[in-house]
């Protein structure tokens, strides 16, 4: 409802040519040959014949389902996301149209055969690579994963900092702001903020759903970040407003840490009779 009706968050598509349009015809020329191949009971050859086309027509609904969110988010991260989809549609295809020929009687020359397996996953490999910015992105890697102190992201986020000043060991809150479970399991407090992320909240329902979470787990605090949606604000602040919250600190403006995280005001908010750090 909130993506296909509202088109939340949704991205046109940038024109029916495309990589997205080699992605679908692959999915659609599998299903194809899947349906065709089942109705005619033309399975190939082997003991793994039948077992071949089952996961052909299997991979082909996989690749078009996965690759109809890049229809609705047309962004560039979410073609890359449905790679995989692709790349295991495009293998099965490839299998089952080489066991194929190599079983029919085309005189194709045998090194022929040997070598279209070998330049289609060539190709993938190589459009695939075409997505990584650098060597350097790999180069960082090992260092990251040893790394003992946590994500630099979260390390250099204010409201890190925030909600270890200000929220006691073990003290249930909501964190709305991005990576705030992430926060909260860094800082030792409950964070029973419904969602992933407060700017998911559109609905008059998420709201209450908000507002139900605040009450059943007895929240003490809540921390709010920057919001994208001056929609969502006013709704939140309502919200925390009409069930006796009120801002008790304020920190100035942080600045951005990476792209989705802008920075911004934070506050903290709490009911008059709470107790506890920063009141």
Same mark, same amino acid.
């Given at each position: 409802?909130?993506?296909?009706?509202?088109?939340?968050?949704?991205?046109?598509?940038?024109?029916?040519?495309?990589?997205?349009?080699?992605?679908?015809?692959?999915?659609?020329?599998? +299903?194809?040959? =899947?349906? #065709?191949? !089942?109705?005619?009971?033309?399975?190939?050859?082997?003991?793994? /014949? $039948?077992?071949? %086309? *089952?996961?052909?027509?299997?991979?082909?609904?996989?690749?078009?389902?996965?690759?109809?969110?890049?229809?609705?988010?047309?962004?560039?991260?979410?073609?890359?996301?449905?790679?995989?989809?692709?790349?295991?549609?495009?293998?099965?295809?490839?299998?089952?149209?080489?066991?194929?020929?190599?079983?029919?009687?085309?005189?194709?020359?045998?090194?022929?055969?040997?070598?279209?397996?070998?330049?289609?996953?060539?190709?993938?490999?190589?459009?695939?690579?075409?997505? +990584?910015?650098? =060597?350097? #992105?790999? !180069?960082?890697?090992?260092?990251?994963?040893?790394?003992?102190? /946590? $994500?630099?992201? %979260? *390390?250099?986020?204010?409201?890190?900092?925030?909600?270890?000043?200000?929220?006691?060991?073990?003290?249930?809150?909501?964190?709305?702001?991005?990576?705030?479970?992430?926060?909260?399991?860094?800082?030792?407090?409950?964070?029973?903020?419904?969602?992933?992320?407060?700017?998911?909240?559109?609905?008059?329902?998420?709201?209450?759903?908000?507002?139900?979470?605040?009450?059943?787990?007895?929240?003490?605090?809540?921390?709010?970040?920057?919001?994208?949606?001056?929609?969502?604000?006013?709704?939140?602040?309502?919200?925390?407003?009409?069930?006796?919250?009120?801002?008790?600190?304020?920190? $100035?403006?942080?600045?951005?840490?990476?792209?989705?995280?802008?920075?911004?005001?934070?506050?903290?908010?709490?009911?008059?009779?709470?107790?506890?750090?920063?009141?």
């Amino acid at each position: 409802r909130q993506f296909a009706a509202s088109g939340f968050y949704m991205l046109p598509l940038p024109g029916p040519l495309g990589l997205h349009l080699v992605m679908y015809l692959t999915g659609a020329v599998a +299903l194809v040959m =899947a349906l #065709v191949c !089942a109705v005619r009971g033309s399975v190939r050859p082997g003991g793994t /014949g $039948p077992a071949g %086309l *089952a996961l052909l027509g299997y991979t082909s609904v996989f690749g078009l389902g996965a690759g109809s969110y890049y229809v609705g988010r047309s962004h560039p991260y979410v073609l890359i996301a449905v790679f995989c989809a692709w790349a295991l549609c495009s293998a099965t295809l490839t299998v089952e149209v080489v066991g194929r020929l190599s079983r029919a009687d085309l005189r194709l020359p045998a090194r022929l055969l040997q070598a279209m397996p070998v330049a289609a996953v060539a190709a993938l490999c190589a459009l695939i690579a075409s997505t +990584l910015s650098g =060597a350097d #992105v790999l !180069a960082g890697q090992t260092g990251r994963l040893r790394a003992a102190d /946590g $994500p630099t992201t %979260l *390390a250099a986020l204010e409201m890190r900092a925030f909600v270890r000043d200000c929220a006691a060991p073990g003290e249930s809150v909501m964190l709305l702001y991005p990576l705030g479970h992430w926060i909260a399991a860094d800082a030792g407090v409950e964070n029973f903020f419904p969602y992933n992320l407060a700017d998911s909240i559109i609905t008059e329902q998420q709201v209450a759903e908000f507002v139900a979470s605040l009450r059943e787990h007895k929240v003490t605090s809540v921390f709010v970040g920057s919001l994208a949606s001056t929609n969502t604000t006013l709704a939140i602040t309502s919200a925390l407003i009409a069930d006796g919250y009120e801002v008790v600190l304020e920190r $100035p403006a942080a600045a951005p840490v990476a792209e989705l995280l802008a920075g911004g005001e934070l506050e903290l908010w709490r009911r008059p009779s709470a107790q506890g750090p920063c009141s």
